[in-house]
């Protein structure tokens, strides 16, 4: 049995993908609804009914999987873990960086890992989920007690039928996505635009400059590979224009009143920076601008 904490979008995929049978949702504690009922369309546009149960009291899971917002994390694995065995590995599908470190730190002893995925899953309609984009999923341990379950638990989620590969630099892979979404994701939402729009935009052209210098040096200060300035926005504006007619999560979020992840990208970097006593002027103005549509 595999139990996924966090019926949204991302849950709501894997339990679909997952062989049927094989796949609860963790409760809220105190709460035991009725099962999780839904249709779900597959990419390929064929749409079928999926009916999740809720894991019982003494169910105990071989694999946890963990597709809350980064903002939930924490709190969500507080409530869950005490009846969940603690050899059991927690998989972390958040975005952005900082939750995972939250989660390693205050359960050192339990195998963490954190999945990197560009798969894509949305939820258009009450009890519709969308498999809107189709990628591949890296998974990798974050800790030591993790390190011996990588290969396994990247088999058990490749029964989903999903790409998924083992990553030995799980948090390189986290970075790498972590610096796509601290260039496009905030101007969107500030922007209220597409993703590929913010390239032709005045506010884009006059900060895009001085945000892939400060990530350069964070990169630097945080041990990962250095990349020049010029190198960080070309990636970003490639993935920009791969995405042009993409709502990026962040301004989905906005525009649905529901609370961003900014504090995990370009609220991490800043605080990333201050640790160090790097400037990050510009991560910092980008995150209190986002917070402040919130
Ligand atoms: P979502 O908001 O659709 O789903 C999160 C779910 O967690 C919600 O159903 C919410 O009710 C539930 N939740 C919150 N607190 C909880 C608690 N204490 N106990 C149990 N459930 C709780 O979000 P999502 O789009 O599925 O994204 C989840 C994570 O995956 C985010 O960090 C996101 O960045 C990442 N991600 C999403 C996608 C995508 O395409 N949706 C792609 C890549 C990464
Ligand atoms: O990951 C994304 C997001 O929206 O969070 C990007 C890459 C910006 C695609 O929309």
Request: glycine share 8%; hydrophobic share 40%; proline share 8%.
């Amino acid at each position: 049995m595999i139990a996924i904490l966090g019926a949204g979008s991302m849950g709501r995929l894997w339990a679909a993908m997952l062989p049927a049978g094989q796949v609860a949702f963790v409760p809220r504690p105190g709460q035991m609804p009725d099962p999780v009922c839904y249709r779900f369309q597959a990419i390929e546009g064929k749409s079928l009914s999926v009916t999740i149960p809720w894991l019982q009291p003494g169910q105990s899971p071989e694999l946890l999987l963990v597709t809350t917002k980064a903002g939930d994390t924490l709190e969500a694995l507080k409530d869950a873990l005490p009846s969940i065995a603690s050899s059991t590995p927690i998989v972390l599908f958040q975005n952005g960086l900082g939750s995972q470190q939250q989660v390693s730190e205050t359960w050192p002893q339990r195998p963490v890992l954190a999945a990197s995925t560009t798969e894509g899953a949305n939820r258009p309609a009450p009890g519709l989920t969308v498999h809107a984009g189709c990628g591949a999923t890296w998974v990798g341990a974050l800790n030591p007690t993790g390190q011996p379950l990588v290969n396994r638990v990247a088999q058990q989620l490749a029964k989903s039928g999903l790409e998924v590969h083992p990553e030995q630099d799980i948090l390189g892979r986290l970075w790498q996505k972590l610096v796509i979404n601290a260039g496009i994701n905030a101007f969107t939402a500030i922007l209220d635009c597409p993703n590929g729009a913010i390239l032709k935009q005045p506010y884009y052209q006059q900060w895009i400059n001085p945000l892939c210098e400060e990530i350069s040096r964070l990169l630097a200060a945080a041990g990962q590979p250095q990349q020049t300035p010029e190198a960080l926005r070309e990636s970003i504006e490639a993935v920009a224009r791969k995405t042009a007619a993409n709502t990026s999560s962040m301004r989905a979020d906005v525009l649905t009143g529901r609370p961003t992840e900014i504090d995990f990208i370009n609220g991490y970097l800043a605080r990333l920076g201050q640790q160090h006593g790097i400037a990050t002027p510009v991560n910092q103005m980008l995150t209190e601008q986002v917070q402040q549509l919130n």
